[in-house]
């Protein structure tokens, strides 16, 4: 108990690391309710939280729900191999160090300042078997081997917006050819009314994936206001019901969306190319306070 107090007090006393990097300025901000716990923030937008104690806790509530698809792409405690397009503060690469032992991760993060950053003031688990790649997500990804990935997360934002070279067909191709049969993909965006680009990325998947589920909060759904949603598509069936346990388990509940009710939602959406895309919308600055 004493320990732990003194962990607290340690943490109260800490003070943010703030240091360029080459997507912005970024500030590791120490969390003032956890001992060992920080917050990574770029240009003023929270992009990761990170609790070096206890690396299985996730605080954000997309990467709680990215960790949702992590806990049943395969059964429980079972290695696997994952890509993580986006690194930020390797928050989900810990997560499956830390809930899955033995498996094997690359992360690909084009910000090689900020990997270096990270790096030393957040250090792995030197037994985490995590190859982390400064380059940009789709070159990272040509090198994944065919077939060789059993989980592709995608989670990858510029100036608080997901590039548009990852938002087609073509680069769903790529996440195709290097997962294994019956891998899962899943892929954080980031939308606000009129959802057009959240519907257009769902068509996108549709296009090259057989089964789609979102997991998002009702009041985006409903087009109420900017967030996140999780994508999540595969060739075999998806867990749906056990995601939506989950999600609606979740400190702030989720729906999960599937089936004819999804597509009924892209409202005749055209699936995304490369000649078309564009960045996801900027969010507003209310988001962020």
Avoid: C
Avoid at 7 to 27: F, K, N, P, T
Wanted: glycine residues 8%; proline residues 8%; charged residues 25%.
């Amino acid at each position: 108990m004493g320990k732990s107090r003194g962990g607290r007090r340690r943490q109260a006393e800490a003070e943010a690391v703030v240091e360029s990097v080459d997507g912005g300025l970024a500030e590791l901000i120490p969390d003032r309710e956890r001992a060992r716990a920080w917050t990574l923030v770029i240009d003023g937008a929270p992009q990761s939280h990170v609790d070096l104690d206890d690396p299985s806790h996730l605080s954000f509530e997309y990467q709680r729900r990215l960790g949702h698809v992590i806990d049943l792409a395969a059964p429980p405690g079972r290695p696997v191999h994952a890509v993580h397009l986006g690194g930020g503060a390797l928050t989900l690469a810990r997560y499956v160090a830390a809930t899955r032992p033995r498996s094997t991760q690359q992360v690909v993060e084009r910000d090689g300042a900020l990997v270096q950053l990270v790096r030393r003031a957040l250090p792995l688990d030197p037994n985490a078997r995590v190859r982390v790649r400064s380059a940009d997500a789709r070159e990272g990804l040509a090198k994944v081997p065919d077939g060789w990935a059993d989980l592709v997360i995608t989670d990858v934002f510029s100036g608080a917006r997901t590039p548009a070279h990852l938002t087609s067909t073509e680069f769903l191709d790529d996440v195709r050819r290097a997962l294994k049969p019956g891998g899962v993909h899943a892929a954080n965006l980031a939308d606000g009314p009129p959802l057009a680009h959240l519907r257009g990325q769902i068509a996108t998947a549709a296009a090259r994936f057989e089964q789609l589920a979102l997991v998002a909060d009702a009041a985006m759904l409903r087009g109420k206001r900017f967030g996140n949603a999780v994508l999540v598509a595969s060739d075999h069936p998806l867990p749906v019901a056990e995601l939506t346990r989950l999600a609606a388990s979740d400190p702030h509940p989720a729906r999960v969306e599937h089936g004819r009710t999804l597509t009924d939602f892209t409202g005749g959406a055209a699936p995304v190319t490369d000649l078309a895309a564009v960045a996801s919308p900027a969010p507003p600055p209310s988001v962020f306070g």
